[in-house]
């Protein structure tokens, strides 16, 4: 199971978002409308970048799998479930509550906060692990997943914050 972990948690974000979207699809501050393109365009970019992202995710997850290729160790398993799981999926909560919030300035230092935690881990696990030993193809894998997440957060960060 623990080596599903970080697969389990590479999904969760955006099942998260699609199902809180849907059960909050009522809520006046999604600004979710009947007719199209129903979401704000920010949703849409979230979306794209998301998928870009998960699919990065995957297919570097996969490319462990091949028994010819790298494995990674525990340590550097550790790492990335400790980027997703204790930083990512807090500061996705938390974003939420301030989309749905009527005072999102509350959530801000919290989310701040999460994002330097995520970003150091993440930060430890491509300088620790992954700078001298990935392949031109696994960086690419990378950039996917922390780029596509990273335009992700930014535009979601918009919509709750630029409104």
């Given at each position: ?97 301030a989309m749905i919030s009527a005072t999102p300035i509350f959530y801000l230092i ?54």
């Amino acid at each position: 199971m623990r080596n599903y972990l970080s697969l389990l948690l590479l999904f969760l974000p955006a099942l998260g978002f699609i199902f809180c979207l849907y059960i909050f699809r009522n809520h006046a501050s999604l600004h979710i409308i009947s007719v199209f393109p129903f979401l704000p365009w920010q949703f849409f970019i979230i979306g794209i970048f998301g998928i870009i992202a998960t699919i990065g995710g995957v297919l570097d997850w996969s490319f462990h799998r091949d028994p010819l290729k790298l494995k990674i160790s525990k340590k550097e398993r550790d790492a990335e479930a400790a980027a997703l799981g204790l930083g990512g999926i807090p500061m996705f909560m938390l974003m939420w509550l301030a989309m749905i919030s009527a005072t999102p300035i509350f959530y801000l230092i919290p989310i701040i906060l999460f994002l330097i935690y995520t970003v150091v881990t993440i930060c430890y696990d491509e300088f620790v692990f992954h700078i001298k030993r990935c392949s031109k193809r696994e960086n690419i894998y990378h950039r996917m997943l922390v780029y596509g997440n990273g335009v992700a957060w930014i535009t979601w960060f918009h919509f709750i914050y630029c409104k």
